[in-house]
Every structure is written in structure tokens, then in C-alpha cells.
């Protein structure tokens, strides 16, 4: 090779050596450390520069509808020459798996339950024990005789045996707990001790799921709480399982008589059952359940949410999940309730099969513009056709509560 061709090769590699330098030092000026983007990754390109990714963290952020995720991006000039790594983060709408896939519960009340009150007839007439004792509806029996209770059995048990000897209790009303002494009256028709009271110590029932995250099978179902049927009000949960369900049935709905869906649990347990709330009921599935749709959707926010067409998920028959259309009206936006918005069934399908909302719809997922938007939560006695849902914004901030 000659010394002119030597020295021109030199040169060019001394230019390109310089050149190279000169590029990557005003590039280590111009990349920033680190960038946070309004929604998602965004890879910022630059000629001469490829960047790299080692994999997007994700996780929730504060509220609830967005997922927070970061990854450090390298960038190496002509491909091959490490220059910078950038811290990148930004957020991404919440990804759920939208339900309408049917769900059994069985659950323990977090001790006994008072429900309602009976007469004793004793010798000297008619008495009520409890409610002279100052128990009242609702209120939750957590001990008695100074050790826990779980089971209407081990109160009756105790009654019986009491010979009329008062017997402590103490019980939870409205967060606080009280202390009260409760004296067995003897009936004369059932020849035993007896309270007056009728409790429950345990509960099942069938839902809809309303979505389901994809990384860790968490969660809602309902959009309302699991309520006692005598007194209205929320069951307190100690622990439940969930339980697969088949439907094999529905009951129409007509005006002043709710219909409802017909099935039976048909399977052992396929999850854990959390948390019982105002917006819904809340678990963890052991698995990824059957039936789920195949991709995930973004949440919507209550802003999201517009009057006019939506659909719902739902499952009423051994068919499987289906599609139905709706209409939303009469927002209101600052609603924290299980009431946010009216839902009307429109679809003729849905109609011919059930006349409406039935009982077994509650926690049917709402689908707007593409986006998880809301719940089917109730239904109007009076017009089957329509009821109310919930904001998917409320079921998500209850469900974060239940994590703290």
C-alpha cells in the first residue's frame, strides 16, 4: 500500500475519529438524564442514534386510572458505540380485563349478625330478650362471655345451656363496641332458652364480574355490596371463597317484580373473596378465569363518560359472554355513590330474553368509546328496562382503599 493511500486512509480515520468525538460529546449535552412524557414510552430519535430498551416497570399510580411506567433507554451511536442511558417515565391509561362472566360467592360474617327479632312466649307472657338487652338490627356480635364468636351455633349452644343465666355480649355498632348482658327466656312451646334474635353467621350468592387486572387476576365484581336482605345494610365480611357458576336460566323482569338469573355453583373454589363495599365486592382469582375477554381495555374516567350509546358484557345463558347495547343518561358527575348515571336497555335481544335488568346483571361492565366506563349496579321495580350503574372510577378507588 502506498504512503499516499496510507495517508489518506489516516486522515479520513483521524476525521472520523474527531467527528465521532464532536457528535458524542454535543449529544451528552443535548439528551437530557432523564425525559417524562405525557402518556406512556416515547423514544426520542436522533440521527445517528439508536436507542434500546431493557423492558417497561409498570405500577399504579396514586389515582387509580393510570399506570405509572418507566425503562431506561441506552442510546449508542452508529449502533454500536455506547453514549447515553435516559431515565424515561411517564403514564398509561389503568389495562383491565372487562368481565360479564358469572361469579359465586361464600362467605363468613366478621362474627354474628343481628337481623331481626322474635317473641319468646314464656309463662308470663310474650318477651324479647335482645331488645332489652339494647341489641338492635344490624349490630354485629364479636364476643360472648368474654371470647370470640364465629357461629350462630356456638350462641344457640350457649343459650341453651345458660339455665337462664345472663350471658355478656359484646357487639359493634357504627365502628364502636359496647358491652351488654342478654338473660335466656325459657319458651314454653319449644321447651328451651331462647334470645328473641335471629342472626346470620354466613352468606352465598351469584354476580357478575366487573373487570379483572391482568397481573395479578384481582378483582371487582357487582358494583354494589353484598346487603342483608332484612335490614338493607352492607354484611360485614370476615372471609369468603369464590366459586365457579353456571347459568342455566333467567326469569324475566316485568314492572314490580324484579327477574332474575338462574344458576348454580358448579365448580370448588377458583378464588378468594377480599372485600364487601358500597361500590362492590372485591377478590383475586387463583387464575386467569374462562370466558374473559381477550384483550385488555383502558379504564374511563367519570369525565369519560358521555349520555348516548354504550354496551354492556354480560352472560346469560350457556353461551357465554355477550354483548348488549344501552343507553346512558342523566350523569352525574360528583357522584361517589353505587348511582352515578342511568343505563336503559336498549338492545332487542336483551329485552326478549330478560325485559331489562335483572337480578345476577349487577357488576355487568359498562363499554364506552372503547373505554371500561362504569357497572350495572340496579334496577328500577317499576320499569325493569331501566336502572342505574356506577362509575368504574368508584369501584377502583374503593378497591384501593381495601389494599392500604
Given at each position: 500500500m502506498s504512503k499516499k493511500?496510507?495517508?489518506?486512509l489516516s486522515t479520513v480515520l483521524l476525521l472520523f475519529t474527531v467527528f465521532t468525538f464532536a457528535v458524542g460529546n454535543a449529544y451528552d449535552i443535548i439528551i437530557p438524564d432523564s425525559v417524562v412524557c405525557s402518556s406512556g414510552i416515547e423514544l426520542k430519535s436522533y440521527p445517528l442514534l439508536s436507542a434500546y430498551s431493557d423492558g417497561i416497570e409498570a405500577q399504579k399510580a396514586e389515582n387509580s386510572l393510570t399506570a405509572k411506567v418507566s425503562s431506561d433507554v441506552n442510546y449508542k451511536l452508529y449502533g454500536i458505540i455506547p453514549l447515553k442511558t435516559v431515565k424515561v417515565t411517564g403514564e398509561t391509561p389503568l389495562m383491565v380485563f372487562p368481565g360479564g362472566m358469572p361469579f359465586g360467592v361464600k362467605f363468613m360474617t366478621d362474627g354474628i349478625l343481628v337481623v331481626g327479632f322474635c317473641q319468646v312466649d314464656t309463662k308470663s307472657g310474650n318477651k324479647n330478650p335482645a331488645e332489652s338487652s339494647g341489641l338492635r338490627a344490624n349490630d354485629v356480635i364479636i364476643k360472648m362471655n368474654g371470647s370470640p364468636i364465629t357461629s350462630s351455633d356456638e350462641l344457640t349452644s350457649a343459650v341453651e345451656a345458660s339455665g337462664g343465666k345472663d350471658i355478656e355480649l359484646t357487639y359493634r355498632r357504627d365502628g364502636k363496641e359496647y358491652t351488654?348482658?342478654?338473660?335466656?327466656?325459657?319458651?314454653e312451646t319449644e321447651n328451651k332458652y331462647?334470645?328473641?334474635l335471629y342472626v346470620r353467621d354466613s352468606g352465598?350468592?351469584?354476580?357478575?364480574?366487573t373487570f379483572v387486572i391482568p397481573e395479578s387476576y384481582a378483582f371487582a365484581g357487582l358494583g354494589h355490596g353484598i346487603c342483608d336482605g332484612q335490614t338493607g345494610k352492607l354484611i360485614p365480611m370476615q372471609r369468603g371463597s369464590v366459586v365457579g357458576v353456571t347459568i342455566n336460566g333467567v326469569v324475566r323482569g316485568l314492572a314490580g317484580s324484579p327477574g332474575e338469573v338462574k344458576g348454580y355453583f358448579s365448580s370448588g373454589k377458583t378464588g378468594s373473596l377480599l372485600g364487601n363495599t358500597e361500590c362492590g365486592v372485591y377478590g383475586v382469582f387463583a387464575s386467569?378465569?374462562?370466558?374473559?375477554?381477550?384483550?385488555?381495555?383502558?379504564v374511563g374516567s367519570r369525565s369519560d363518560v358521555k349520555e348516548g350509546k354504550a354496551h354492556i358484557y354480560c352472560t346469560l345463558d350457556t353461551n357465554?359472554?355477550?354483548k348488549y347495547e344501552i343507553e346512558i343518561s342523566a350523569i352525574n358527575k360528583d357522584s361517589t355513590s353505587n348511582k352515578c348515571f342511568c343505563v336503559k336497555i336498549t338492545d332487542p335481544a336483551l329485552l326478549e330474553k330478560t325485559g331489562g335488568i335483572i337480578q345476577g346483571?349487577?357488576?355487568?361492565?359498562i363499554i364506552q368509546n372503547g373505554k371500561l366506563v362504569g357497572a350495572v349496579t340496579h334496577v328500577l321495580i317499576n320499569d325493569p328496562t331501566t336502572g342505574y350503574g356506577i362509575f368504574i372510577e368508584n369501584m377502583l378507588n374503593q378497591m384501593g382503599e381495601l389494599a392500604k
Open positions: 493511500i496510507i495517508k489518506y351488654t348482658k342478654l338473660s335466656p327466656a325459657f319458651s331462647k334470645t328473641g352465598a350468592g351469584i354476580g357478575t364480574v386467569k378465569p374462562q370466558g374473559i375477554h381477550a384483550d385488555p381495555l383502558p357465554g359472554v355477550s346483571m349487577s357488576g355487568s361492565p
